[in-house]
């Protein structure tokens, strides 16, 4: 938290973790189609609803987690670009984890009450810390859209609600984390009869939940660097008068 | 991440912040206690290993969450002492919970081992997450102290290394409650036959849950907003020539 002017080297290690950010994302996402994929007994939609459950964590792990954080991630990636495009991205992106997340909910919903006989919703740890985090995630979408896409929202109300959606969307980013662990565990749990002799499928899980871990660290390292921070350009100026001092 | 000059009421915001947090960790105890006391047959040491397992979520949530949390917020807490003293409280509460961490794991490997028959350990991703929290808690505690409190350390290596004890400080920290909610809802899983229609036990269980979400979300707020970030104080002055720039 000290210095703030990045120096060459600063934006080379920038680089460099954000390319194994990435990767360690991507990652994720892949094992998780290999899993619900190849042990789980692939996909299907609601003809059979103990398959179409298998949507829910692959489409969690690309909308809540890859694409989230990669929306956070937006405005230092691409830190030389202008700041409405970036704006813009960062509502898209979000706006498509949202769509992902919805379908993921869908799917989890239909695996419960299409199952005969219909299973309760809604009654483990890991539904409650996941609705907390969607939740918290389409409130942000409804304040950050009003308050920084909408014209006319005045400048002061704007930088004094910035901190705010900063520290809520890491919030939420760390907290669908939480959700993505405590949900691949009781999946663990609910599916593998064997999972205490460590069979490759238990090794396969708990690897996609160390991967998680370290795809959060560094994602809130990314974005909470202060030697990462974007600098306003000289395009900005005539954008700033509009909306100042945001991330 | 703008201003960090306290003002009155930005001080007066954190202590009531402050108040919340120590009764929102404190609730987390004694709900811990509760449930493990009343619903889960209480304590007992080797002679009850299914009974002696027990006292590895209570001695966790008052070590690895309740005191590792006030030991970060000892800086912020008490902002008007010395930085001296305010150095070895943290070590010490550290050392506190790193015994309090320690009594917890022999409580679970004994409640495995000495069952008849004995039950496989470190199998489940709860266990691959906390086994992780707790060497990145190890590990922190001797790079803090061998920087801070063993003497003749260069000032510059201290303050280089400051940044990297705060994050993995907070990483462990949020580790260490992503840890509290997978072993929480592993343990109502195989604890509770009938979780599925949400029994007082298991709305308590999930409640403790959302009480470490709040909790960790309050310590990490206090420890990172840059408004409550403790500042030198006059009689810091010959102290900080040995010691300086730290959190």
Not at 9 to 18: K, Q
Not at 44 to 56: D, G, L, Q, Y
Not at 98 to 103: D, G, H, M, N, W
Request: hydrophobic share 50%.
């Amino acid at each position: 938290m000290e210095s703030s002017s990045p120096s060459p080297s600063s934006l080379n290690n920038f680089r460099i973790v954000y390319l194994i950010t990435q990767m360690v994302g991507a990652t994720i996402v892949i094992l998780m189609g290999s899993w619900v994929g190849v042990h789980l007994g692939g996909f299907a939609w609601t003809s059979r609803p103990a398959i179409e459950f298998n949507w829910h964590p692959l489409l969690m792990s690309i909308g809540m987690i890859f694409l989230y954080g990669n929306s956070m991630l937006v405005y230092r990636g691409f830190r030389y670009a202008r700041k409405k495009p970036l704006k813009i991205t960062h509502a898209v992106i979000h706006g498509l984890a949202f769509v992902f997340t919805v379908v993921a909910l869908v799917a989890a919903f239909d695996s419960h009450n299409l199952a005969t006989p219909p299973r309760p919703n809604m009654y483990t740890l890991h539904s409650w810390i996941g609705l907390t985090a969607v939740i918290l995630f389409a409130l942000q979408y409804v304040f950050g859209f009003t308050a920084y896409l909408f014209p006319g929202v005045r400048d002061s109300l704007r930088s004094t609600y910035m901190p705010v959606h900063v520290f809520f969307g890491i919030l939420g980013f760390i907290l669908a984390v939480a959700a993505a662990l405590t949900g691949l565990l009781e999946k663990a749990i609910f599916s593998m009869q064997n999972y205490s002799s460590l069979p490759p499928q238990a090794v396969l899980v708990n690897m996609i939940g160390m991967l998680l871990v370290v795809y959060g660290g560094l994602v809130v390292f990314l974005v909470t660097e202060p030697m990462y921070k974007r600098k306003a350009l000289p395009e900005d100026v005539m954008l700033l008068t509009h909306s100042p001092s945001s991330q």
